[in-house]
C-alpha cells in the first residue's frame, strides 16, 4: 500500500494464538493525503474514540478524527483491536 500512498502509515500485528496459528491482533492505518489536508486546511483540533465490535471477531474500532472547514467531522487515522488500552492507543 505505501507505494501508492507514499508516507501513509500502516501496521498489521499477529499474535500465536492457542492452536500455535499466527491470529490477527491489531491493525492501523493513516492515509497521508488526509493527515496532510487536516494538517493544511482544518481546525488544529482532533478527538479520538472507541466503539466495540459486535461481529464474530470481537474488538474495538478506534478512530482520531478532526474538524473542518465547515465544522464538519474529519477521519484522520483508524485502528481494530482486541481491547482499548495505552498501548493500543499508543
Not at 12 to 18: H, M, W
Not at 56 to 64: C, E, Y
Request: net charge positive.
Amino acid at each position: 500500500m505505501c507505494r501508492r500512498n507514499a508516507g501513509s502509515s500502516t501496521d498489521l500485528r499477529t499474535v500465536i494464538g492457542a492452536a500455535g496459528l499466527e491470529v490477527f491482533d491489531r491493525f492501523y492505518v493513516c492515509f497521508v493525503v488526509l493527515r496532510e489536508t487536516w494538517l493544511a486546511s482544518c481546525q488544529p483540533i482532533f478527538g479520538i474514540d472507541g466503539c466495540f465490535l459486535k461481529t464474530m471477531a470481537k474488538g474495538q474500532l478506534l478512530a482520531a478524527v478532526g474538524r473542518d472547514a465547515n465544522n464538519q467531522i474529519y477521519p484522520l487515522a483508524w485502528a481494530v483491536v482486541h481491547k482499548e488500552n495505552t498501548e493500543t492507543w499508543v
